[in-house]
């Protein structure tokens, strides 16, 4: 199982990176404690919820000495330990079930079919919080549709050979040549996203790997239909491309939001942060009338939705509606 080799590696290391930080005179009494805590580490009657009990009251102390270390990394060593402790399936697996390292598409409509309403944590310490933009240059494409054609993610430009990082935490899947992508990158996050990250001129990861917000996972190019030297980026859920701008603010490179809802409608998935309401237009709506029902101004309503005071509203539209 790769998932698990990795994570013992992931663990291990960072034991003997705290073990390589620790260590300093230590008065008898320290020694002692510390022969009690090897003795504790070695039973082999300590349940894993004590063992992760422990190392995480050991890390709130100034230093770990070396014994005391070098037992955990032996007892977290064993493979009985390991078989209990560590969840060999990729990230969120709960929503997609499978795993498909060659198909950046794999995903039939089936498995969204039932979905009409997700919650995500974009910050959750279990998960790994933060985001990345994934390059730095700026943006020459949005989401929507482009000459007719949906374009599923945004372009960012960069120069060939430039670095392409991961948006969020997660698992690559697929990392290969395919079709007008190119040379493509899909990564699996925990907070139930997978990332698109095509046309790259090198790949530089592995089906498998795991990577943080921020981390290098390949150089950016003009492999397959592509003209310049760009990122095309995709967010996706379970296959489906939402449009990134209300997950991320694109100017100011962040995170709109701690939270992100995703919601079916007539047109495919829509996210947008949490706390932020829409209206959906009916006839007979008017700018004022909307304004109005939601306590704002038609200043307001037409500043966040980047229309004008004279915009007409077709039926079926969604106005944001608090900021
Ligand atoms: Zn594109």
Redesign the pocket.
């Known amino acids: 199982m790769r998932f698990f080799f990795k994570n013992i590696l992931f663990i291990l290391g960072f034991f003997l990176f705290a073990s390589a930080s620790a260590g300093s005179e230590k008065s008898g009494s320290d020694r002692e404690t510390d022969d009690a805590l090897v003795n504790l580490i070695q039973q082999s009657q300590l349940s894993r919820e004590k063992l992760v009990y422990l190392v995480d009251s050991l890390l709130n102390g100034d230093t770990i000495s070396f014994c005391v270390l070098d037992a955990l990394n032996k007892r977290m060593a064993t493979a009985s330990f390991y078989n209990l402790a560590i969840d060999t399936n990729p990230p969120a697996h709960n929503l997609y079930g499978s795993w498909d390292i060659e198909n950046p598409n794999c995903y039939r409509p089936e498995l969204s079919i039932n979905d009409t309403s997700f919650n995500f944590d974009l910050v959750d310490q279990l998960n790994g919080c933060g985001f990345a933009m994934p390059a730095r240059g700026i943006i020459t ?1 949005l989401y929507g549709y482009r000459d007719g054609k949906m ?1 599923n ?1 945004i ?1 960012i430009a960069l120069h060939t050979g430039d670095t392409v990082v991961s948006a969020f935490r997660g698992m690559v899947r697929v990392a290969k040549r395919y079709g007008s992508f190119g040379n493509v990158v899909v990564i699996r996050h925990y907070n139930g996203f997978e990332t698109v990250y095509a046309h790259l001129s090198k790949i530089d990861v592995q089906p498998g790997d795991m990577v943080d917000p921020g981390q290098y996972i390949g150089k950016g190019g003009n492999t397959g239909r592509s003209r310049g030297a760009h990122l ?1 980026f995709e967010i996706r859920f379970k296959g489906n491309a939402v449009n990134p701008r209300y997950i991320v603010d694109l100017d100011k490179k962040k995170i709109l939001s701690d939270a992100v809802v995703v919601k079916k409608t007539n047109t495919g998935f829509v996210a947008y942060p949490v706390g932020t309401i829409f209206h959906t237009v009916r006839g007979g709506d008017y700018l004022y009338k909307v304004a109005l029902q939601y306590g704002i101004t038609v200043k307001q309503l037409c500043a966040w939705n980047g229309i004008g005071k004279k915009a007409n509203l077709v039926a079926g539209r969604k106005l944001k509606v608090s900021q």
Do not use: T
């Open positions: 494409s374009h993610g372009d095309h």
